[in-house]
């Protein structure tokens, strides 16, 4: 070989070395610095919240401090952009919920990620109840009873919900698909309004978080008629699931997880991962867990991908069938 192509394939294999040298380095170490997590909705909702139960005892875990940073607008859009436009070397991370995940990208027009593509899924942090609860003032016993009601007069009753695109608008449009009833949609800014708007009988049913409602489940101004959970929860254990009354579709709990931009290191998104199950693993986080019905999970990346893309598979198909699409 010549010399001088010799000198320079030397130097190339050398600094391709130098690079992976640093790499694994860099991974090894990680994390050398503080860790900002974002949250695509605002300060005091559930994802909020969860993102900041986290927060402490992950940074304790793993060495140096988690910020939690919220990014709000256009349903979760403006957050999880922010995030895959980020570094992918897991300084970065987000929190997803069915809604900015799975929901947004598909309703949504202009919307500029593929949550498929362009995230890394790191974990199901929780797995948190749905429910349906309705107004006294409807006078209604159970889910027959509140079919054979919406059924005799449709269109006339309308449902409340924490905004278009939410998942609790869906599940109130893939209700109606499964039970052909015709309960039209109101949105709010969020869930504590309609729960006050049930409350008052402005609206005659809510589809919601179990978190958000029930204080007032427990105080007997809402009944819920059912949950979507895989099985009955304790602290409501009379209420039914969706699937006990024949709409498996609807049962799906809401899931809040780890998230980051695509491509983040294996190893670093394992390291992640394991640092989150420890600490799902603490009774004082399960304390607080608690306290919202949210159900720890810390499951693999891989199972969370796969769960993502279920969901997205399961939106997009009832935003087809109800016609679902915001600008």
């Not at 593929?114 to 003032?137: G, Y």
């Not at 989150?276 to 999970?297: C, D, I, N, R």
């Amino acid at each position: 070989m010549n010399p001088a192509k010799k000198y320079i394939a030397s130097n190339v294999v050398l600094a391709v070395l130098a690079c992976t040298t640093m790499t694994v380095s860099a991974s090894a170490a990680y994390p050398v610095k503080p860790i900002k997590i974002v949250v695509p909705f605002a300060t005091g909702g559930t994802t909020d919240v969860m993102a900041r139960v986290m927060s402490e005892p992950l940074a304790k875990e793993l060495g140096q401090p988690v910020i939690v940073e919220n990014r709000t607008g256009a349903a979760g859009k403006i957050g999880t952009e922010y995030l895959t436009r980020a570094k992918n070397d897991g300084y970065t991370l987000g929190i997803a919920t069915v809604s900015s995940t799975a929901i947004t990208p598909v309703v949504y027009k202009n919307v500029s990620f593929d949550p498929l593509k362009d995230l890394t899924a790191i974990t199901r942090l929780v797995s948190v109840p749905n429910v349906l609860v309705v107004s006294p003032n409807l006078q209604v016993k159970n889910m027959a009873d509140f079919l054979d009601t919406v059924k005799k007069d449709p269109g006339k009753y309308f449902y409340g919900h924490a905004g278009n695109g939410s998942e609790a608008h869906m599940m109130g449009e893939l209700f109606n698909l499964v039970n052909k009833t015709k309960l039209n949609a109101v949105p709010y800014q969020g869930s504590a309004p309609a729960l006050q708007d049930a409350l008052g009988g402005q609206v005659s049913a809510v589809f919601d978080n179990l978190p958000s409602s029930l204080p007032f489940i427990k105080s007997g101004q809402l009944l819920p008629l059912a949950v979507a959970y895989p099985e009955r929860i304790s602290t409501l254990p009379d209420t039914p699931t969706f699937k006990e009354l024949g709409m498996e579709v609807v049962n799906d709990a809401s899931f809040f997880g780890l998230i980051g931009p695509a491509n983040m290191p294996k190893d670093i998104t394992l390291k992640i991962q394991e640092a989150v199950k420890k600490v799902l693993a603490q009774p004082a986080v399960l304390e607080k867990l608690k306290g919202f019905s949210a159900e720890p999970v810390g499951n693999t990346p891989e199972a969370f991908a796969q769960e993502i893309k279920l969901e997205v598979d399961k939106q997009r198909k009832t935003a087809k069938a109800a016609n679902i699409q915001f600008d």
